[in-house]
């Protein structure tokens, strides 16, 4: 059964961090580009951060540029995102996302092509 679980979300003051981490298992990880994705009250959901295959490229969103990093362990089938300097416009549900491909290089996580989603973790950011 493939299963993408997030875990890490909590409620942290602005300013903080927090480690998201997703756990695949039912497939192999490595043959998946990853994306973090984010849904906030009464908004769209948008995309945070993407990795590819091999770990050795990301893009992110411009309002977390500087503040987030994405990783992967592929051996251990996890995915981190880690935040920092965290603002209460980061307060949102959190979800993992994988998509497979061909490609190893690519960092790119189109919503629409996204093959298996966890069911997210909640971040707040408040005081």
């Known amino acids: 059964q493939v299963q993408l679980v997030e875990s890490g979300g909590g409620l942290v003051q602005p300013g903080g961090s927090l480690r998201l981490s997703c756990a695949a298992s039912?497939?192999?990880?490595?043959?998946?580009?990853i994306g973090w994705f984010r849904q906030a009250p009464g908004k769209e959901r948008e995309g945070v951060s993407c990795?590819?295959?091999?770990?050795?490229?990301?893009d992110y969103t411009d309002s977390v540029k500087g503040r987030f990093t994405i990783s992967r362990d592929n051996a251990k089938n996890m995915v981190y995102l880690q935040m920092s300097n965290l603002k209460p416009e980061d307060t949102a549900v959190y979800y993992c996302a994988a998509m497979r491909t061909g490609l190893s290089a690519q960092a790119s996580c189109p919503q629409d092509g996204m093959n298996y989603w966890g069911k997210g973790t909640l971040v707040t950011v408040s005081e």
């Open positions: 990795i590819s295959r091999s770990g050795g490229n990301s």
């Open positions: 039912g497939f192999t990880l490595d043959a998946y580009r």
